[in-house]
């Protein structure tokens, strides 16, 4: 068994079990979905906390809240038919002065919390969210308002812990934040698994989102989003997302399934993510970036399907916040892939779909792309299975193998990762740029119509091996579907 595995086991064998049970009958709150509860339910778990802990226990019902704050050893217990509902008067919640955002549940330096049963916790996020739009429109309100979208720290998130230890969350739904569903920040010690969450209503509805915490497991969850379904990131440089298991999830997003990086200055470290369903997704199914001086090592992907997708996978080291920090990528393995990319909006119809941008381009390729001085280091990627639609058409976008072609590739150093950033590339299924032992193995890569690239295109690699790597192309026969350049150790078995 793996040591990191091992902490985590370890790590909720210490969760405390209470057998309090408290009614929230008990503390007067009401469950007529029009009474605003707040002062209770917050008075319900001091009191729990003050004598020791215990479960408060929510029965059918809607309870109406503003924003509270969990204690330690006391666990919200949401019991089928029971729902935490968010209050639609953007005032009724807190901005949390220490974690500098807006929650519908907060919990600071608490231990041994938890949100448990078969409940709900419903944030009425998209109503609330366009109340806030209004009172900034009528001066009441101050926000730096984009695109007509209030900055994502005033808006409420479902829940926001930060800095807790023996965090449990199990069985309950989270549905509709106006923010972010879900986020646990530099705790040690989380615990996710039957949770349902459904948030596609409103801009950065992120599924689930962990930041620089410490041996973590999620489990056996769906996730239905708007933005990234599963997001780890890194806000603080020294801190370190590691020691996470991820395992029978099942995804779909308007942005992409899995994804580390979107802030990356700490990093990414001892990584296990195995049998998780990925469709209608618009971006990628895997995003590993380190753009922000960030480490991304030791990361052990297994078995992913993924249909209707916008991209299979994409690795990217850039430069954008690195602080004179050197970002590293290496030790990653990818084995057990089935995904199809679509040739259409995979999240068409949604709520609210991803933008459409990057254009002109055909359909992007999988990417592994660093820079120059700071390159992707020993990647594998086994047994997979990439089909494409192909017949991407070089009088709408065009990139050729000429030097000068694959030199005008830019770098994108600054940029935000997201694979289509680089418009047209030179491959349909696979380009590998700034990189070094990258080992392809029993990888099958299916165009679904004649595609004018080849398959890969390598551009300044360091040792790449291509074992039992086949391709299939309608009317392509004899094409030759490897292209490298600037390319040394190329060994094909």
Not at 4 to 18: G, K, R, T
Not at 180 to 194: E, F, H, L, R, S
Not at 288 to 295: P, R, S, Y
Not at 432 to 460: C, G, M, Q, S, W
Request: proline fraction near 4%; hydrophobic fraction near 35%; include cysteine.
């Amino acid at each position: 068994m793996n040591k990191y595995i091992l902490l985590i086991i370890i790590s909720f064998s210490l969760l405390q079990v209470n057998a309090n049970r408290y009614p929230a009958s008990l503390f007067d709150i009401r469950s007529d979905g029009t009474t605003l509860n707040t002062n209770s339910i917050q008075k319900a778990i001091d009191y729990i906390h003050e004598k020791g802990g215990g479960t408060l226990v929510f029965s059918v019902g809607r309870y109406l809240t503003g924003t509270l704050y969990l204690k330690s050893n006391v666990t919200l217990h949401l019991e089928g038919g029971a729902v935490l509902l968010g209050s639609t008067n953007p005032f009724d919640y807190i901005k949390d002065t220490y974690i500098g955002r807006t929650s519908l549940l907060f919990a600071v330096k608490q231990d041994n919390i938890g949100i448990t049963g078969s409940g709900m916790i419903d944030g009425q996020g998209f109503i609330t969210a366009n109340n806030l739009v209004s009172l900034i429109h009528r001066k009441l309100v101050d926000d730096p308002l984009s695109l007509d979208r209030p900055n994502e720290v005033n808006r409420p998130h479902n829940i926001y812990f930060r800095e807790c230890r023996n965090v449990r969350i199990t069985g309950v739904t989270l549905k509709d934040p106006a923010s972010w569903t879900q986020a646990y920040d530099q705790c040690k010690g989380v615990y996710i698994d039957k949770i349902t969450v459904n948030c596609k209503s409103y801009w950065n509805n992120d599924g689930l989102d962990i930041v620089d915490c410490d041996s973590v497991v999620i489990k056996n969850s769906f996730f239905d989003a708007a933005d990234d379904a599963i997001c780890f990131k890194s806000h603080e440089v020294g801190k370190m997302n590691q020691n996470v298991w991820v395992e029978n999830c099942v995804t779909r997003s308007s942005a992409s399934a899995i994804k580390f990086g979107t802030a990356s200055k700490g990093g990414f470290r001892n990584f296990t993510i195995k049998n998780i369903k990925v469709y209608d997704t618009y971006r990628s199914a895997i995003t590993f970036a380190a753009v922000d001086g960030g480490t991304v090592e030791n990361i052990r992907v297994d078995s992913i399907h993924a249909v209707n997708i916008g991209n299979v996978l994409y690795l990217r080291i850039g430069d954008r916040w690195r602080q004179g920090k050197q970002p590293v990528m290496r030790n990653i393995t990818i084995s057990n892939v089935y995904a199809e990319v679509s040739p259409s909006k995979p999240d068409a119809g949604y709520n609210y779909e991803g933008p459409i941008e990057h254009l002109p381009r055909n359909i992007s390729p999988a990417g592994i792309i660093g820079l120059p001085e700071y390159r992707i280091q020993d990647v594998v990627l086994r047994n997979i299975t990439m089909k494409y639609p192909g017949g991407a058409n070089p009088l709408y976008a065009r990139r050729g193998l000429t030097p000068e072609e694959l030199n005008g590739i830019p770098e994108m150093r600054k940029s935000y990762p997201e694979f289509s950033q680089f418009k047209e590339l030179p491959a349909w299924g696979l380009y590998i740029r700034h990189a070094d032992r990258i080992t392809l193995e029993n990888v099958t890569f299916e165009a679904a119509e004649k595609d004018y690239r080849p398959a890969i295109v390598t551009d300044d690699v360091k040792g790449i091996t291509l074992h039992q790597t086949s391709f299939s192309e309608p009317g392509a026969a004899a094409k030759e579907q490897v292209f490298t350049y600037k390319t040394s150790s190329l060994i094909r078995k």
